[in-house]
């Protein structure tokens, strides 16, 4: 069964320093999404993605984010400059189109800022 | 605007006893709603989703949920828990405006079953 995967799973990292979060969507998805869970509370909403550009930001996703197709495969979260409140699960995710759709995640990786 | 609350962010239950995760939701559009279990360490899993139809959805490993528009509610139960339920459930409600679509998840319930 098809399924989206992240790399790495758990990421470390100093204070400053950027990371790429890496995910590989389902390969007939269309539309891709990252969300966050900071430790003990809810998953929330970072961007979504389609057509090789960002469809909708939350509040969050400042200027520090970014967000990346490079490849037929691959999508990617950037963070520029990690601050020790970006330490959380980041969750990837797909669908095949918009519209009231499932979305199917990734098994998340989590990210360290130290 | 839309938002979801999941009552009792940790639930208690004996092996074998009702499994009640509670679930309300509010939305200006008509909403599809998930609920997705997360297992330690892993990622999100859809149990079920109510789109259009049948207000009574099933899901996978015995749970099911009921949508109740007028309760603005959508309960996940299962009738006899089993120790390898244990794990934490999100309600999330998704929306469609605008072009785009919005998935609100609440805060989660960590179900815990006791031997």
């Known amino acids: 069964e098809p399924e989206v995967t992240q790399t790495p799973s758990h990421q470390v990292t100093q204070m400053g320093q950027e990371v790429i979060l890496r995910c590989v969507p389902i390969s007939n998805h269309l539309y891709f999404y990252w969300y966050r869970q900071i430790l003990g509370q809810k998953v929330e909403f970072l961007v979504s993605?389609?057509?090789?550009?960002?469809?909708?930001k939350s509040e969050i996703f400042d200027d520090q984010f970014s967000v990346e197709r490079p490849d037929g495969s691959n999508f990617t979260l950037k963070i520029r400059s990690t601050k020790l409140e970006d330490s959380a699960m980041y969750f990837c995710?797909?669908?095949?189109?918009?519209?009231?759709?499932?979305?199917?995640f990734g098994p998340g990786t989590r990210l360290t800022v130290l | 605007a839309q938002s979801v609350t999941q009552l009792g962010s940790h639930v208690s239950v004996s092996e074998g006893a009702l499994v009640l995760l509670r679930c309300n939701y509010s939305s200006s559009v008509p909403p599809y709603l998930f609920w997705y279990v997360q297992y330690p360490n892993q990622g999100l899993q859809l149990l079920l989703k109510y789109t259009t139809g049948a207000t009574l959805v099933k899901g996978i490993n015995g749970f099911e949920a009921e949508f109740k528009k007028s309760e603005t509610s959508f309960h996940l139960t299962k009738p006899s828990a089993h120790m390898s339920d244990a794990a934490e459930y999100f309600c999330?409600?998704?929306?469609?405006?605008?072009?785009?679509?919005?998935?609100?998840f609440g805060i989660g319930t960590k179900l815990q079953v006791i031997p």
């Open positions: 999330a409600v998704s929306t469609y405006s605008g072009g785009y679509q919005k998935v609100t």
């Open positions: 995710a797909s669908s095949f189109e918009s519209g009231n759709n499932e979305q199917f």
């Open positions: 993605f389609y057509n090789n550009e960002i469809s909708e």
